[in-house]
């Protein structure tokens, strides 16, 4: 049975990216100087405006502003006659309680003497996802997608293409039979250029430069469809032509239309938020399951509640395609393999260091430099199940 699955990717000078971009910069900030700071910071960027707020809780004030205008020029924005507010405040109280003593420290169980003295930042459901399809065991339609908008981004800054700005996206449909890819269906790419840069030139070296080195594993064929800016025009870009808010991106910044989202997004968030550290943790925990054979497909779904250290649920699903056990049998092995609370998380993937902005534009998965890509727990795995 022939399927089809689509993911996008876009580029650092889009304006939801763009304010991604900001809040992990204001977040690394904090975290430069303080590793205990609670931070969940928005950004909206709109036409000649733009906005920080959330909560902050540091012993570090960050020059917010200063932090902008850096990120702004380093995507290659003007800064001048950009109008910048902040609306900060620190963290509830009633939040910081609850992160700072979990309900099993409060109660005085045992277990809270390990790893269990923090709390979730919050309620909610994070999804990890790992395939044994690519290197990187991503769906091939991500990985696809953020080559070429990384492409597209390289030929900008390095002016291998001329006359490209920085807004931009990429979009890829991969033709799917018997749950394996086939072919390339359709490629569409959208990016911005300067007044003077003619749509023909322009297709031509996008084509050249960024789709022929970007798709080289999985060339399109004489049926692919390739469309480069199929609006026409693509002149006023950035937060002059759209508004852009922190967090919309969630399928950019994960698996695109193949995998759930629990929901919760990611930039602006320290790792007390179990949003971001939890689907860390579930992508750690499914990559990990992919590597050491167990299944050649695998989901892990975590869900939290405020207060807790313990997840209230650890679910794995296979999809049929698990060789040890079954799925139940394998969620069974999770926690006997992997800590999960929010403080075992923060602890051994080392999430209080400022690494966020990197994470914060061609997505936060597959890339060898995050620690959640190791694959380093593939032999506790297999010992824990045989």
């Not at 490629?187 to 911005?192: D, E, G, H, I, T």
């Not at 322009?202 to 469809?225: G, M």
């Not at 497909?297 to 250290?309: F, H, P």
Request: hydrophobic share 40%; aromatic share 6%.
């Amino acid at each position: 049975m022939k399927r089809f699955y689509t993911a996008e990717a876009v580029t650092e000078g889009h304006p939801d990216k763009l304010c991604d971009l900001i809040a992990d910069s204001i977040l690394d900030a904090c975290l430069r100087e303080d590793r205990a700071s609670k931070v969940a910071c928005e950004v909206l960027a709109t036409k000649g405006n733009l906005l920080v707020a959330g909560e902050i809780t540091s012993g570090y004030e960050p020059y917010v502003f200063e932090i902008v205008r850096q990120v702004l020029e380093e995507v290659g924005y003007p800064t001048e006659g950009v109008q910048m507010d902040a609306l900060i405040h620190q963290q509830s109280p009633d939040i910081a309680g609850a992160v700072a003593c979990s309900k099993e420290k409060r109660a005085g169980l045992p277990a809270a003497q390990d790893g269990f003295d923090a709390g979730a930042g919050d309620q909610g459901v994070m999804i990890g996802y790992a395939c044994n399809e690519t290197p990187q065991l991503l769906p091939l339609p991500v990985v696809l997608a953020n080559r070429i908008v990384r492409e597209l981004s390289a030929c900008r800054r390095s002016g291998y293409i001329d006359g490209i700005l920085p807004d931009g996206k990429a979009q890829v449909t991969v033709e799917y039979e018997e749950g394996h890819p086939t072919r390339l269906d359709s490629v569409v790419v959208s990016c911005q250029h300067r007044e003077d840069k003619t749509c023909k030139k322009l297709e031509q070296e996008i084509r050249e430069k960024v789709l022929k080195p970007a798709l080289r594993f999985l060339p399109p064929d004489e049926d692919t469809k390739i469309l480069i800016n199929p609006s026409g025009r693509f002149v006023c870009g950035g937060m002059d032509a759209d508004t852009g808010l922190t967090g919309r991106k969630l399928m950019v910044d994960t698996y695109g239309s193949m995998v759930p989202h629990g929901g919760g997004a990611f930039s602006g968030k320290d790792c007390s938020k179990v949003d971001r550290s939890g689907a860390y943790m579930a992508r750690y925990i499914a990559k990990n399951m992919v590597a050491a054979g167990l299944a050649k497909r695998c989901q892990i779904s975590l869900a939290y509640a405020i207060g807790v250290a313990e997840p209230v649920m650890v679910q794995v699903d296979t999809f049929g395609t698990g060789t040890a056990c079954a799925d139940d049998c394998l969620a069974a092995a999770v926690p006997l393999v992997f800590g999960l609370t929010p403080a075992q998380i923060r602890e051994h993937l080392h999430l209080d260091r400022p690494i966020y902005k990197q994470t914060a534009v061609f997505g936060h998965f597959g890339r060898k430099e995050f620690p959640w890509e190791r694959t380093d727990k593939v032999r506790q795995l297999r010992d824990a199940l045989l």
